[in-house]
């Protein structure tokens, strides 16, 4: 869900409201609301290319900023001083210099920063009003150098440049100029050379394209309708001439499998499937140059190997570190040294270095030491039936002292997009509420990613409708195995999970008790009209997959909350981004309004320095605190 037209808020925070909500945490907890959310003094970590130092994020006045360290010294450096936003993302660029890009209060345009080791040469790369930009490749081997792309030209479509880092010089590397059929991607080989581009077709397919040089025209070599996928990863090593890919085509889960672009076909057998899941993510050792893992998720990460080399390191880092989850998360050009990053259910967990040769492992930091991880709760993964028979896997996440048989309170907690999934970690949200005594229940209703096209599909135009019983049947399963107590229910999302969540007490009244809305469409047709000038090309693929305004009008105003207000009679709290780019803030306007105009009060918090979910510290806090104070007054009063 993206629209990039934020809007001026009719109506403003409630302020006292809000403040009577916060007054309602009470109690004496080990942990406050600031524990949960509050910015570690360093996460993020990334070594330097030549293995000399660490860079991390840390915070200065609130915000995340880069800072170096020298390895094996206490000598730290700030690099950035943003007071207003966090750095949203950051990468070394060779040896002696850091790149970066933030956005302005939430609005999601990202631009480019580059800033040297010393803190010097501090510039902005793209100094482009309204534009966003995206790294294409980081084009390791040249330090001087990265490919982006940005909708520069057209805010509709978005096109492939060169950047200098250093001066800021940039070269267009290709055009896309039809918007009739325009390129929705690029893809580059292992010498940074712009070799493959898909582009959508006739509205709801996609082309995949391929020239063998860059001196070669493009051309056509597999159109697929959008429901089916044939998604390059990488290139060989051999020559740059085949490509691993992702694909189900034929199939109902997407596989790995190598693709020959020049006969346009796939070869050989298939490199990995997974009976349960899609199969998408696939890496490789570019000093090596052999693919080394396949990753995977079902209730948890799964790794399948592909050489011995990489099952070696895991398995070395697994009896250093035992039962808990590793990932690396950075290495040197050399591949001789790692950053190793654990977590858990119950933790946050740690950073490391790992030193391949001498194969010793050495801790940096703890990334929250004032979370007790003996007194966070687990998440346990479970699943249901939907009423039409299709399973449904979720978590269940439960106080820490509770007891088996005992009914307590229970936050449903639908995810956003639709089109993404919910995983198992560490979710300082979830943490807080099981804290103060809530269970806490996520399920990957239908529609939910990585469950194959079948189940994907079967959420097309069923928004409010197969969807949203998902979400009640799993409702239904935690009162019928005597673990929710019915009459102490609450729902709570963001973004699709804030429709869910109105669509909850909409079309469901008496099921839940108490609920939050959090940057959520109310309205299906306001929600498609405002689609920002990028998301155009696929506007016939969300008619197909969401609605169409003229075509299934009716379908979509029975799917609309904000015309049923009527129905609507569970307490409800709404928390809006005045600078969402994805959810048009008329979305929370209309129903509070609405809601008003009834002789409803509503609780409104809206924050103008934010967008698509609050990243702010304050802002955070001050919502926490809030939340947990409604759904205090009440599930528990």
Same mark, same amino acid.
Do not use: C
């Given at each position: 869900m993206e629209n990039n037209q934020p809007g001026n808020p009719k109506l403003p925070s409630n302020k006292a409201a809000i403040d009577d909500l916060i007054k309602l945490n009470s109690g004496s907890f080990e942990h406050s609301v600031e524990d949960f959310f509050k910015k570690p003094k360093k996460t993020a970590f990334k070594i330097s290319p030549d293995g000399r130092y660490f860079s991390y994020l840390g915070p200065h006045k609130r915000r995340q900023n880069i800072f170096i360290q020298n390895i094996g010294t206490e000598t730290q450096i700030q690099l950035t001083f943003e007071e207003n936003r966090d750095i949203s993302g950051y990468m070394w660029k060779g040896n002696d210099r850091i790149i970066f890009i933030k956005d302005a209060g939430g609005d999601e345009n990202y631009s480019l920063f580059s800033v040297k080791i010393d803190g010097s040469e501090h510039q902005e790369l793209t100094p482009f009003e309204k534009v966003k930009i995206q790294i294409l490749d980081a084009l390791p081997d040249d330090d001087d150098h990265l490919i982006i792309t940005m909708n520069k030209n057209n805010p509709m479509l978005f096109e492939p440049y060169r950047i200098n880092i250093k001066n800021g010089d940039i070269q267009q590397l290709a055009e896309n100029t039809n918007p009739q059929d325009p390129i929705s991607s690029w893809m580059t080989d292992h010498n940074g050379k712009i070799r493959i581009a898909s582009k959508v077709t006739g509205g709801t397919n996609s082309t995949l394209m391929y020239r063998k040089t860059e001196a070669d025209e493009f051309r056509d070599i597999l159109t697929t309708n959008?429901?089916?996928?044939?998604?390059?990863?990488?290139?060989?090593?051999?020559?740059?001439?085949?490509?691993y890919a992702s694909s189900n085509l034929g199939r109902d889960k997407s596989v790995i499998i190598k693709f020959d672009p020049n006969k346009g076909e796939e070869v050989g057998e298939v490199i990995f499937e997974h009976p349960e899941v899609d199969v998408s993510s696939m890496a490789y050792s570019r000093k090596r140059?052999?693919?080394?893992?396949?990753?995977?998720?079902?209730?948890?990460?799964?790794?399948?190997?592909?050489?011995?080399?990489?099952?070696?390191?895991?398995?070395?880092?697994?009896?250093?570190?035992?039962?808990?989850?590793?990932?690396?998360?950075?290495?040197?050009?050399?591949?001789?040294k790692f950053i190793i990053r654990t977590y858990s259910d119950r933790s946050l967990g740690a950073y490391y270095l790992y030193d391949v040769q001498k194969e010793v492992l050495t801790k940096i930091v703890d990334v929250s030491p004032w979370i007790n991880e003996e007194k966070m709760s687990s998440m346990r993964s479970i699943s249901y039936q939907s009423r039409d028979g299709l399973k449904i896997n979720a978590?269940?996440?439960?106080?820490?002292?509770?007891?088996?048989?005992? *009914? @307590?309170? $229970?936050?449903?907690?639908?995810? =956003? +997009?639709?089109?993404?999934?919910?995983?198992?970690? /560490?979710? #300082?949200?979830?943490?807080?509420?099981?804290?103060?005594?809530?269970?806490?229940?996520?399920?990957?209703?239908?529609?939910?990613?990585?469950?194959?096209?079948?189940?994907?599909?079967?959420?097309?135009?069923?928004?409010?409708?197969?969807?949203?019983?998902?979400?009640?049947?799993?409702?239904?399963?935690?009162?019928?195995?005597?673990?929710?107590?019915?009459? *102490? @229910?609450? $729902?709570?999302?963001?973004?699709? =999970? +804030?429709?869910?969540?109105?669509?909850?007490?909409? /079309?469901? #009244?008496?099921?839940?008790?108490?609920?939050?809305?959090?940057?959520?469409?109310?309205?299906?047709?306001?929600?498609?009209?405002?689609?920002?000038p990028y998301?155009?090309?696929?506007?016939?693929?969300?008619?197909?997959?969401?609605?169409?305004?003229?075509?299934?009008?009716?379908?979509m105003e029975d799917a609309s909350p904000a015309f049923h207000i009527h129905k609507i009679k569970t307490p409800l709290f709404v928390v809006q981004g005045a600078n969402d780019p994805r959810v048009n803030i008329d979305e929370s306007d209309q129903i509070v309004e609405a809601l008003r105009d009834k002789g409803v009060d509503v609780p409104y918090l809206v924050k103008y320095n934010e967008g698509h979910g609050f990243r702010n510290e304050e802002n955070q806090f001050e919502f926490y605190k809030a939340m947990l104070g409604f759904f205090t007054k009440h599930l528990v009063y």
């Open positions: 959008f429901k089916e996928s044939l998604a390059p990863l990488f290139f060989d090593f051999e020559d740059d001439q085949m490509l140059k052999v693919p080394t893992k396949i990753s995977f998720v079902t209730d948890k990460k799964g790794i399948h190997f592909l050489d011995s080399e990489s099952k070696l390191l895991q398995e070395k880092l697994e009896k250093l570190l035992p039962n808990i989850e590793i990932v690396i998360s950075s290495a040197t050009k050399e591949e001789d978590y269940l996440s439960l106080p820490n002292d509770y007891e088996e048989g005992k *009914k @307590i309170p $229970i936050i449903i907690n639908p995810h =956003g +997009g639709p089109w993404a999934r919910d995983y198992w970690g /560490f979710n #300082p949200e979830i943490q807080l509420f099981t804290s103060r005594g809530f269970g806490v229940f996520q399920m990957n209703f239908r529609g939910s990613i990585g469950y194959g096209r079948k189940f994907w599909e079967a959420s097309f135009k069923n928004w409010g409708q197969k969807m949203q019983n998902d979400i009640t049947d799993g409702v239904e399963y935690l009162i019928k195995n005597n673990i929710a107590d019915p009459d *102490k @229910i609450g $729902i709570y999302g963001a973004s699709y =999970g +804030g429709y869910a969540t109105l669509a909850g007490v909409t /079309f469901t #009244p008496d099921l839940y008790k108490a609920a939050v809305d959090y940057v959520g469409v109310s309205n299906l047709f306001t929600f498609m009209g405002t689609m920002p998301w155009q090309p696929y506007l016939e693929m969300m008619y197909e997959m969401v609605g169409h305004p003229e075509h299934d009008r009716q379908m």
